[in-house]
Structure formats: structure tokens, C-alpha cells
T-cell receptor
Framework: DTGVSQDPRHKITKRGQNVTFRCDPI?????LYWYRQTLGQGPEFLTY????????KSRLLSDRFSAERPKGSFSTLEIQRTEQGDSAMYLC???????????????FGPGTRLTVL | GQNIDQPTEMTATEGAIVQINCTYQ??????LFWYQQHAGEAPTFLSY????GLEEKGRFSSFLSRSKGYSYLLLKELQMKDSASYLC???????????FGGGTRLMVKP
């Protein structure tokens, strides 16, 4: 399977604990995005990387959230001191940059469903 | 600000045609995407419009009018497996981030 993969698929944790999620993008894609989706809503943008550089962060990304992409390949998203409001599906997507004649379609991974008790 | 509106739910009959509308007001526009999302699964890419007009892909077509801030997704010959949420998203900024609407849950009935 050469699509976007995410690990774990499900995570249950207690309030106050730290969690880390991993995303492996499609191998030739140099852009990687993180989104959060709650039930019945569309995904909301959190942050994105081009290669190893984190170029944009949403105001949704509080200081308890940190994301890395150390070698420009896989990425991790860490949430410290989790709160019940962090319960959501965390989606990762990857793409190539938009160029003339080429779409910049983002392809999504299966997501990590986080439940904070 | 970013605002994308689409109906919350729609119901249609197997074999019929359904049109899902999307209106948007965004600061910046690089293109408009439609994704399909089955419950508990990831969004999967359906279509992309950057110029005004109709893009056709098999049973699915998507239309864009940039001057009106309007798009629609047309699904023909509906099948039961088309029951899903359909997400309208606008790509903006140099990073091509996506702003999504809330999604339209389509129920296809026999």
C-alpha cells in the first residue's frame, strides 16, 4: 500500500496524559498536513510542513500541541496534558506542491481517533 | 475569514441524480475540491475545479462559478454505496491549506 498511513488508528487516554501520533506520507510528497475532525463536522486545518519546515500553524494549535517532521519524511503530532476537548479524529494528508498543469490534491490517511476520558 | 456552506443532509433514491451545492466566501482561492467520506474513514478525493465550468468524471461531475462563489457536485445513477458525507473544500494561501464545509450527509434509499 503506497497511500498515507497513520499510527495508531485508535488511542484512548486519560485526561492529563501525553499522546503522540505518527503519519507516513506518500513517499514522493513533500507537503504534509495535519487536520482535526470532530463528529459531524468537516476537518479543520492544524499545521503543515514543506519538507522538514513547519510553514503554517492554525490558531487552533495551542501550546500543548507540537508537530515535527525531522527528516522531511514521516511526521509526529504530540498533545501534552490532554483534555476532553481534544477528543477527535486527527487526520494527516500529503501532496505535491501546485504547479502549472498539476493539481495539488491532498490525499488523506485513515486517521487516529483519540478519546480522552 | 473563511466560510463554506453546504446542506447538512440530503436523501435520494437509488438510480436517481442528486446535486449537492456549496457556497463559499474565503480570503484567497486556489481551487475547490470535493471529497467523499464514509463513516469512520478518511476523506477520499473526488474532484477538483480551478476554472469556471463543469468537470466530469464518470458518474460524478463538479461545477464551479468563481464570480458567484458557488460549486455543486452532481452524482448520477446513484448506488447504495454512494451513501456517505460529501465535503466541499477550498484551497487557499501559498501552502494550499484546505478549509472545509461541514459536509453533506447523503442517504441513498432503495
Amino acid at each position: 500500500d503506497t497511500g498515507v498511513s497513520q499510527d495508531p488508528r485508535h488511542k484512548i487516554t486519560k485526561r492529563g496524559q501525553n499522546v503522540t501520533f505518527r503519519c507516513d506520507p506518500i513517499s514522493e510528497h513533500n507537503r504534509l498536513y495535519w487536520y482535526r475532525q470532530t463528529l459531524g463536522q468537516g476537518p479543520e486545518f492544524l499545521t503543515y510542513f514543506q519538507n522538514e519546515a513547519q510553514l503554517e500553524k492554525s490558531r487552533l494549535l495551542s501550546d500543548r500541541f507540537s508537530a515535527e517532521r525531522p527528516k522531511g519524511s514521516f511526521s509526529t503530532l504530540e498533545i501534552q496534558r490532554t483534555e476532553q476537548g481534544d477528543s477527535a479524529m486527527y487526520l494527516c494528508a500529503s501532496s505535491l506542491p501546485r504547479l502549472a498543469g498539476r493539481e495539488d490534491t491532498q490525499y488523506f490517511g485513515p486517521g487516529t481517533r483519540l478519546t480522552v476520558l | 475569514g473563511q466560510n463554506i456552506d453546504q446542506p447538512t443532509e440530503m436523501t435520494a433514491t437509488e438510480g436517481a441524480i442528486v446535486q449537492i451545492n456549496c457556497t463559499y466566501q474565503t480570503s484567497g482561492f486556489n481551487g475547490l475540491f470535493w471529497y467523499q467520506q464514509h463513516a469512520g474513514e478518511a476523506p477520499t478525493f473526488l474532484s477538483y475545479n480551478v476554472l469556471d465550468g463543469l468537470e466530469e468524471k464518470g458518474r460524478f461531475s463538479s461545477f464551479l462559478s468563481r464570480s458567484k462563489g458557488y460549486s455543486y457536485l452532481l452524482l448520477k445513477e446513484l448506488q447504495m454505496k454512494d451513501s456517505a458525507s460529501y465535503l466541499c473544500a477550498v484551497s487557499y494561501n501559498a501552502g494550499n491549506m484546505l478549509t472545509f464545509g461541514g459536509g453533506t450527509r447523503l442517504m441513498v434509499k432503495p
